[in-house]
């Protein structure tokens, strides 16, 4: 078992100041040493819990690169508890066309105006 602190800091808004604080905590140092403090599934548990919030990290980011259902699918279908998720590849065009399709007729505007000034500049 090993210490591990952790600190925190909440920003200063409005009238209220920073604010930090830090905590130290017991902390195993094996898989063995977590199910004897905690139990098998706390273990489990949290560690799923912690795998949804990478999965929805990598997939909020692929929705932001307009990436496809199915390229994200494939990607992360097969993606591993504890191993880096990689960046999928993205065809520009692709992804400018999927990002036009999905605008209202403002944006489209808006995306068609950007791509002219842009072709006029090159």
Known sequence: MKDFTVSAKVPAKDDQPEKTGQVTVKVPETIEEAVQMFGGDAVLSNAIANWKVTLQAALRNALKRNESPEAIQGRLGSAK???????????????????FQAAGPKERKALLAELQAAAESM
């Open 81 to 99: 508890m504890g191993v880096a998720v990689t960046k999928g590849s993205v065809d520009p065009k692709a992804a400018f066309l999927a990002q």
